[in-house]
């Protein structure tokens, strides 16, 4: 897994110890114990043996190793014009001789321990170009070198600790190219830029870290670095390294046993291949190869010449100015040079004759660097937690206690549940399987009795036009009996089947209940129950869901059905309207007079259009079945189809407000302004009665207002016995107005305002009656 962070330490973390800060530091190596201490960059020197070429030529190696710390450089080869020979001494001296194994374990192994107790660490390969740094850092592949050597003993070591502490490890791996920074790891156009924290110390900002749980991955992350790293071959080495390429891991640990306040440790290991100083006589390198050549002799230059200046101010001590921003090399790696970091160079040479020259270089700036004094210091993070944490961390505590103490039980009283977590849920998706069965059979139920239900109310609204007729045809009124008796009983069966699926449907949603029961018997931990409860939940949650859903939808379509129906009547309706008034123009026109059987039958057209304008009866239907096919309580009645469940508490209130013995005979009419059935709609209801109540106490004020000071006169006609009641109200409040300006404005709008507000909530009574 990859994970990209845009700010990257580099190299030290916590306090990193500034050029000034560093004066005076005493100069005391490093105990185990302590947490701070100075030390000098440890040198070790490793000659490689010659090479195939080179034995071709000359075999006489220039240097000799004259013991474990000490090694003599053999002058008065061809192009060196000295004569003496030179000796050096360094921490390591190791021959040709010398295995990967042996320089890991006397250069780098000590680095370890160091970095997995949060000190930082560096190890870098420094020499003129094929003397074997890559050999020595990454190896080859008969001998791996000292960074998977590194990996393979830290990883051994977490594991062997994981029991007490708990280890996180991530991994950078870069290369400076041409001085510009590139992700070896994970590769992008994004620009890598070098910045300096005053906390954090080096920062590579953009860089991408690896999460690393095993060795197995670090490896595999180092083989895909080292392959995009920039090599080519010249005169001298066959695979050249033309980058210098930096490695770096970071282990931050903390103590398992730690509670509230926990000490995480940051170490640092930063390993670094640099590509070799080159002379061009000797590589013979042209075009892009010399650009190359060049940037890499000058960060090496600019490294030397940091090293001379360290070197420098411990020797002479006072406040010299160390170059580290000469080059991206000496700025990443300055910690490891004069901050907080216990740093190793291994200075790698050639035997050979011809690379002498190099080869004292390379020594000398060894011998420098091995003066160079690092303080070191112990990254410890004091995270005490935060108080708000205290319960989480409290909480978490206490479940684990408690499934402990149920885990005892358990073994002590051999109680253990015989299905397990895995065993109860399974128990509770069998149960949820056979409820929403049954949840899927009562939706297709209420879908048919909707069906039926309509086919049945368009049936019997054909019956009642039949029956009103004088002549109607005694068979179609059978067949059609016939077919309403039919789907009654088909609605019947619905209805049964209805119920026993609700009932059924009750003894599951009732056995919910039981699981609780079975689980606390059945010796589950607290943590268990609480998965089995939230399991639960859900289902009960998801189930819900389902039948709000279904609900919704067949409510939906129930009203797109009803639009459907009533639009077709309304059209119907209007083709009827038209149809007798041009019948009655013809009539007019030809001054005929109408028939009585044409007569009756508008007189009947209109005592339906004075009912459609009144009232419609609306019997829930839905709450019992059919019993018989008496439409109801009048041949007028027009029935609606049944209503769903779900829309019950919508039509509630509805069917509050009709009484449930509606007549729909024509109301007597009064001329009174207080009676509230000269509107055409039936007041029997409470509601009704209460706009009577107000209508009443309106007239009050009416009448207590033209004995005083104005005069308020209702015109009393009475609206057209065959106006629909929509239009009545319009027509009073049309008919109502103040004969005479009242003296008190405020008093005589509050009284218009009663009188509207009246108007407007008797609309508002029609509009529900008819729907
Ligand atoms: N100690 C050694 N034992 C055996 N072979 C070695 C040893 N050191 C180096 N070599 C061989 O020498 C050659 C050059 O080594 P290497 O590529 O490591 O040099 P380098 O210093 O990294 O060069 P450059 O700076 O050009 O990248 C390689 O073929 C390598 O296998």
């Given at each position: 897994m990859f994970l990209h962070i845009p700010d990257i330490s580099f190299v030290a973390v916590g306090n990193t110890s500034l050029e000034t800060e560093d004066q005076g530091f005493e100069t005391e190596e490093l105990s185990p114990q302590s947490n701070y201490g100075s030390s000098n960059i440890l040198v070790a020197v490793r000659c490689r043996p010659f090479s195939t070429k080179e034995l071709q030529t000359n075999n006489q190696s220039i240097i000799r190793v004259l013991d474990a710390n000490s090694l003599i450089v053999l002058t008065g080869g061809s192009k060196i014009r000295r004569n003496k020979p030179e000796t050096f001494i360094f921490d390591y001296v190791f021959n040709e001789t010398a295995s990967q194994k042996e320089i890991f374990e006397k250069s780098t192994l000590t680095l370890i321990d160091g970095v997995l107790n949060g000190f930082n660490s560096t190890i870098f390969a420094y020499g003129a170009t094929g003397t074997g740094k890559t050999y020595t850092m990454i190896g080859d592949g008969n001998s791996a070198g000292i960074i998977p050597a590194a990996f393979t003993d830290l990883f051994t070591k977490i594991e062997a600790n994981q029991r007490e502490r708990t280890y996180s490890v991530r991994m950078s791996y870069l290369e400076i190219y041409n001085e510009s920074l590139k992700d070896l790891i994970y590769p992008s156009n994004i620009v890598l830029d070098i910045r300096e924290d005053p906390i954090k110390g080096i920062i590579v900002s953009n860089l991408t870290e690896y999460m690393a749980t095993n060795i197995q991955e670090v490896m595999e992350c180092l083989n895909l670095g080292n392959q995009r790293r920039t090599v080519e071959s010249n005169e001298v080495n066959v695979v050249s390294s033309r980058s210098h390429a930096i490695l770096q891991i970071i282990i931050e640990s903390r103590d398992k046993a730690s509670g509230i306040e926990s000490e995480l440790t940051i170490g640092k290991l930063s390993m670094v291949d640099l590509a070799g100083s080159e002379r061009n006589i000797m590589t013979n390198n042209k075009g892009i190869r010399l650009i190359e050549g060049s940037n890499i002799n000058k960060s090496l230059l600019a490294l030397g010449n940091c090293i001379n200046a360290l070197s420098e101010r411990n020797e002479r001590g006072g406040r010299i100015f160390i170059p580290y921003r000469d080059s991206k090399l000496t700025r990443l790696l300055k910690d490891s040079l004069g901050g907080n970091c216990k740093t190793v160079m291994i200075a790698c040479i050639s035997p050979y004759f011809e690379c002498c020259l190099d080869t004292l270089n390379t020594l000398k700036y060894a011998r420098r660097a091995k003066t160079i004094k690092t303080c070191i210091k112990r990254n410890i993070v004091n995270t005490s937690?935060?108080?708000?944490?205290?319960?989480?961390?409290?909480?978490?505590?206490?479940?684990?206690?408690?499934?402990?103490?149920?885990?005892?039980?358990?073994?002590?009283?051999?109680?253990?549940?015989?299905?397990?977590?895995?065993?109860?849920?399974?128990?509770?998706?069998?149960?949820?399987?056979?409820?929403?069965?049954?949840?899927?059979?009562?939706?297709?139920?209420?879908?048919?009795?909707?069906?039926?239900?309509?086919?049945?109310?368009?049936?019997?609204?054909?019956?009642?036009?039949?029956?009103?007729?004088?002549?109607?045809?005694?068979?179609?009124?059978?067949?059609?009996?016939?077919?309403?008796?039919?789907?009654?009983?088909?609605?019947?069966?619905?209805?049964?089947?209805?119920?026993?699926?609700?009932?059924?449907?009750?003894?599951?949603?009732?056995?919910?209940?039981?699981?609780?029961?079975?689980?606390?018997?059945?010796?589950?931990?607290?943590?268990?129950?609480?998965?089995?409860?939230?399991?639960?939940?859900?289902?009960?949650?998801?189930?819900?869901?389902?039948?709000?859903?279904?609900?919704?939808?067949?409510?939906?379509?129930?009203?797109?059905?009803?639009?459907?129906?009533?639009?077709q009547l309304e059209e119907q309706l209007k083709l009827r309207d038209n149809i007798i008034k041009k019948n009655q123009k013809i009539l007019k026109d030809s001054n005929l007079r109408a028939s009585p059987e044409l007569k009756e039958a508008y007189e009947q057209i209109q005592t339906l259009k004075e009912v459609n304008s009144s009232s419609i009866l609306t019997p829930d239907f839905s709450s019992k079945p059919y019993t018989s096919l008496t439409p109801g309580p009048s041949d007028k009645s027009l029935i609606f189809p049944p209503v769903l469940n779900s829309q019950r508490s919508r039509l509630k209130r509805k069917s509050e407000i009709i009484p449930p013995n509606f007549s729909l005979n024509r109301p007597k009419r009064k001329t009174s302004f207080e009676s509230p059935k000269r509107t055409g709609i039936n007041f029997l209801h409470p509601e009704a009665s209460k706009m009577s109540l107000h209508n009443r106490s309106l007239s009050g004020i009416k009448a207590k207002a033209e004995n005083s000071y104005s005069q308020i006169s209702i015109e009393k006609n009475k609206p057209k016995s065959k106006a629909p009641a929509n239009s009545i109200a319009d027509k009073y409040k049309q008919s109502l107005y103040i004969q005479r300006p009242s003296k008190y404005p405020i008093q005589r709008k509050s009284r218009i305002f009663q009188v509207r507000n009246y108007f407007s909530q008797i609309r508002k009574v029609s509009s529900t009656y008819v729907m």
């Open positions: 937690h935060h108080i708000a944490n205290y319960t989480t961390i409290i909480a978490q505590l206490r479940q684990e206690v408690s499934s402990l103490k149920s885990l005892l039980i358990q073994n002590k009283s051999g109680n253990f549940s015989p299905v397990g977590v895995e065993g109860h849920q399974i128990e509770i998706n069998k149960h949820f399987q056979a409820e929403a069965k049954i949840r899927k059979k009562l939706f297709k139920i209420q879908q048919w009795k909707d069906d039926i239900g309509f086919i049945l109310f368009s049936k019997q609204t054909e019956l009642n036009h039949l029956k009103s007729q004088k002549e109607r045809d005694e068979n179609l009124l059978n067949s059609l009996g016939a077919e309403i008796e039919t789907l009654t009983a088909s609605l019947n069966n619905q209805w049964i089947e209805e119920e026993k699926m609700n009932i059924k449907l009750k003894e599951l949603e009732s056995k919910r209940n039981e699981f609780y029961r079975t689980w606390m018997s059945s010796g589950l931990s607290e943590s268990q129950l609480s998965s089995l409860k939230i399991y639960l939940k859900e289902n009960i949650f998801s189930m819900n869901m389902i039948s709000l859903n279904k609900g919704k939808k067949s409510e939906s379509s129930f009203i797109k059905q009803k639009d459907a129906y009533i639009k």
